[in-house]
């Protein structure tokens, strides 16, 4: 079974800033499509945070992060990132990557169509 790996996660306090990282096995990354970060709150499902073509031509704030949360990715090193600035205690949440196949991904982020998925990581945010 393949999983995607994040980077760890941490904690900061509000207004700060923190990145994540996670790694796609190369033997996959030419295969995808699309590559995507989700976070999950507690007590709350799991939602899309920001979604990105592999050839970077199209990018979707699925959440209402815009301005505040940047996706991108480095296909040299089979990485997506995700920049996440001004953070605000409801930020605090378990945040997945995730990959799928399909040249085409709704920009509303649905977890169908995808195939692969990280084990998540913690991302804290102290008011």
């Known amino acids: 079974q393949v999983h995607l790996q994040e980077s760890v996660g941490g904690s900061v306090q509000a207004g700060g800033s923190l990145s994540l990282s996670c790694t796609v096995p190369p033997f996959i990354y030419g295969t995808l499509g699309y590559l995507a970060w989700f976070r999950q709150a507690p007590e709350k499902q799991r939602e899309g945070v920001a979604a990105m073509s592999t050839d970077a031509a199209n990018i979707y704030n699925c959440d209402d992060v815009k301005g505040r949360f940047t996706i991108s990715l480095d296909s040299d090193k089979n990485q997506v990132y995700l920049q996440m600035n001004n953070m605000k205690p409801e930020d605090t949440a378990v945040y997945y990557c995730?990959?799928?196949?399909?040249?085409?991904?709704?920009?509303?982020?649905?977890?169908?169509?995808?195939?692969?998925w990280g084990q998540g990581t913690q991302v804290t945010v102290s008011s």
């Open positions: 995730a990959a799928g196949h399909d040249t085409f991904y709704d920009r509303l982020c649905p977890e169908m169509g995808l195939n692969y």
